[in-house]
């Protein structure tokens, strides 16, 4: 709710943020784990074009940047059980702060 409308994020837009250009990953072979870091970026396409139908500037939902960190076991074809899940590290946003936005992706079917 927002001064008493009902707004939903509707879908998420998820993915690598490649202006950082640092997302990495190690494989520990003697362990059998991995560990990987993947900066992204997360979009509110459909909430922003609610928030400007409500008069609301759209430029406060830019993206946000977060960092992802996942750990799991490396599997006998050499992939990783750990994929894209686990909670999102946010950074600032002009909307939201990192401490009231949490962003957690949860493992696929």
Not at 41 to 68: E, N
Request: with cysteine; glycine share 12%; charged share 20%.
């Amino acid at each position: 709710m927002w001064r008493g409308h009902k707004v939903s994020t509707g879908p998420l837009d998820f993915g690598l943020d490649d202006s950082t250009g640092i997302s990495c990953g190690v494989m520990n072979y003697e362990l059998g784990v991995v560990s990987s870091e993947f900066h992204v970026l997360v979009r509110f396409r459909w909430f922003a074009v609610q928030l400007k139908a409500l008069g609301i500037d759209a430029d406060l939902m830019t993206p946000v940047h977060a960092v992802l960190k996942t750990e799991g076991e490396i599997l006998p074809d050499h992939s990783f059980n750990g994929g894209l899940r686990g909670r999102c590290k946010v950074e600032s946003h002009k909307m939201f702060s990192a401490q009231d936005l949490r962003i957690e992706i949860l493992p696929g079917l």
